[in-house]
């Protein structure tokens, strides 16, 4: 029984350590100055920012990403605004974004995410429009049960990948809220596999 414990103890180590998180900076959007994202296509004040509102709850903390659902006006007009933070991988790793999304209102947003290689010229690893759903009131969600998780898989390239949430429709009815984000390394299968066979066959040998 102690063997079996052990065994235990040693797998969910190795499967604990093969999906570890990536770190992101300010992933739950804490900082009122989005500090460790970068801003593409325009200022603050006229693309996205971290912010609160005393009629919204945040799904992580108080703070949020809010996108303002226009092109910002200091931007290329046929680009919408967008933030991105670039964090380290290993190469041929899979890994899954995950985040929460929710709308300030009773439509429903569009949120354009997408991964890159960095290294290799921007490279696109995977892309996907999503549709978050709409708050119960006009006024944003008023819990966190109302947020809703999303999760995107890609394969890193290199050593360094990039994250980037883009505002999906111009339109200020319909500005995407995104919270809470996180990048956990996938683990493989035949990995996990081999470690269970190999601790099985160990306690074979200790019981001769």
Do not use: C, H
């Given at each position: 029984?102690?063997?079996?414990?052990?065994?235990?103890?040693?797998?969910?180590?190795?499967?604990?350590?093969?999906?570890?998180?990536?770190?992101?900076?300010?992933?739950?959007?804490?900082?009122?100055?989005?500090?460790?994202?970068?801003?593409?296509?325009?200022?603050?004040?006229?693309?996205?920012?971290?912010?609160?509102?005393?009629?919204?709850t945040a799904f992580e903390g108080s703070r949020y990403l809010q996108f303002f659902g226009n092109v910002d006006p200091a931007g290329p007009s046929d680009i919408l605004p967008a933030v991105y933070q670039d964090f380290t991988t290993v190469l041929g790793q899979e890994y899954q974004l995950s985040f929460y999304g929710q709308s300030p209102?009773?439509?429903?947003?569009?949120?354009?995410?997408?991964?890159?290689?960095?290294?290799?010229?921007?490279?696109?690893?995977?892309?996907?429009?999503?549709?978050?759903?709409?708050?119960?009131?006009?006024?944003?969600?008023?819990?966190?049960?109302?947020?809703?998780?999303?999760?995107?898989?890609?394969?890193?390239?290199?050593?360094?990948?990039?994250?980037?949430?883009?505002?999906?429709?111009?339109?200020?009815?319909?500005?995407?809220?995104?919270?809470?984000?996180?990048?956990?390394?996938?683990?493989?299968?035949?990995?996990?596999?081999?470690?269970?066979?190999?601790?099985?066959?160990?306690?074979?040998?200790?019981?001769?």
């Amino acid at each position: 029984m102690k063997s079996l414990t052990l065994l235990g103890s040693a797998l969910w180590l190795a499967v604990s350590s093969a999906t570890a998180s990536v770190t992101l900076v300010n992933a739950g959007f804490e900082t009122s100055n989005l500090s460790g994202w970068t801003k593409d296509n325009g200022t603050l004040g006229g693309s996205s920012g971290s912010t609160t509102n005393a009629n919204i709850t945040a799904f992580e903390g108080s703070r949020y990403l809010q996108f303002f659902g226009n092109v910002d006006p200091a931007g290329p007009s046929d680009i919408l605004p967008a933030v991105y933070q670039d964090f380290t991988t290993v190469l041929g790793q899979e890994y899954q974004l995950s985040f929460y999304g929710q709308s300030p209102n009773t439509n429903k947003p569009f949120l354009d995410v997408e991964l890159f290689d960095v290294s290799s010229g921007t490279v696109s690893l995977a892309a996907q429009t999503f549709n978050l759903p709409a708050a119960s009131v006009s006024t944003g969600p008023t819990s966190t049960s109302e947020w809703e998780l999303f999760t995107l898989n890609f394969t890193a390239t290199s050593t360094s990948s990039r994250l980037l949430f883009r505002d999906g429709v111009s339109s200020i009815g319909r500005a995407p809220l995104v919270d809470s984000v996180s990048i956990t390394a996938v683990p493989e299968p035949s990995r996990v596999a081999l470690l269970f066979l190999g601790g099985v066959a160990f306690l074979r040998r200790r019981r001769r």
